[in-house]
């Protein structure tokens, strides 16, 4: 099945500063790649994803590229501020349509 | 859109007993649900994905006689942890997409507790 590798596992950036997540995955057939935000004791909310055929997508102060090669995609958040603290998950949805996540990145803006 | 309501929020009960997670889409139809285990400061595991009508496809590891899952109609999901054990407990979410290529969307989860 498919393996997805997360790194960092945690990252403190201070405000304003950029942050940035990355990924990898094993099935180069996996097509989409959504990230998620989850705040504690909360649900995870998708703030951005990208599918197979495209290279970047932006949204605002949030990005995302992929590098379907090098079988890697990552998330960067640019001009961070404390609210974009929280746990941030990468996820690859396999050719059998089932989601993998990565491990997690835990984020801390300070102030 | 794209609603996913879970219940119950949190569940504290004795070994031994079965517990039933339901997970629905409230305002569109889900063919396909996935079912998540978390457990804390880790992440999401999938333990299943639910099919509308058919038979769950469990990842390798995770027991089909311990956590049932009936997808019975295209709005409901539910799981069932059978004769549930201490270790049992972990944080449960569904999520569930409108279409193929859609994104998922997650229910608020369950937090199970096994005494």
């Known amino acids: 099945g498919e393996n997805v590798e997360q790194h960092p596992s945690t990252l403190s950036v201070q405000e304003g500063d950029s942050a940035v997540i990355k990924c990898t995955y094993s099935?180069?057939?996996?097509?989409?790649f959504p990230w998620y935000k989850q705040e504690l004791g909360k649900r995870p909310q998708l703030i951005i994803d990208?599918?197979?055929?495209?290279g970047e997508k932006k949204d605002q102060r949030i990005a995302v590229t992929l590098n379907k090669t090098a079988k890697h995609f990552s998330l960067h958040i640019t001009e961070t501020q404390p609210e974009d603290s929280a746990v941030y998950f990468c996820a690859a949805r396999a050719p059998s349509n089932q989601f993998y996540f990565g491990t997690g990145t835990s984020l801390t803006v300070i102030p | 859109g794209a609603v996913v309501s879970q219940h119950p929020s949190w569940v504290i009960c004795k070994s031994g007993t079965s517990v039933k997670i339901e997970c629905r889409s409230l305002d569109f139809q889900a063919t396909t649900m996935f079912w998540y285990r978390q457990f804390p400061k880790q992440s999401l595991m999938l333990m299943a994905t639910?099919?509308?009508?058919?038979?769950?496809?469990?990842e390798q590891g995770v027991e089909k006689d311990k956590f049932l899952i009936n997808h019975a109609s295209l709005t409901l999901s539910t799981l069932t942890v059978t004769s549930a054990h201490p270790e049992d407990s972990s944080f449960y979410i569904c999520?569930?997409?409108?279409?193929?290529?859609?994104?998922?969307?997650f229910g608020d989860g369950t937090r199970l507790s096994i005494l």
């Open positions: 990208i599918r197979s055929n495209v």
């Open positions: 639910s099919n509308e009508g058919s038979k769950a496809t469990y």
């Open positions: 999520s569930a997409r409108t279409g193929t290529n859609q994104p998922q969307h």
């Open positions: 099935d180069s057939a996996s097509n989409y």
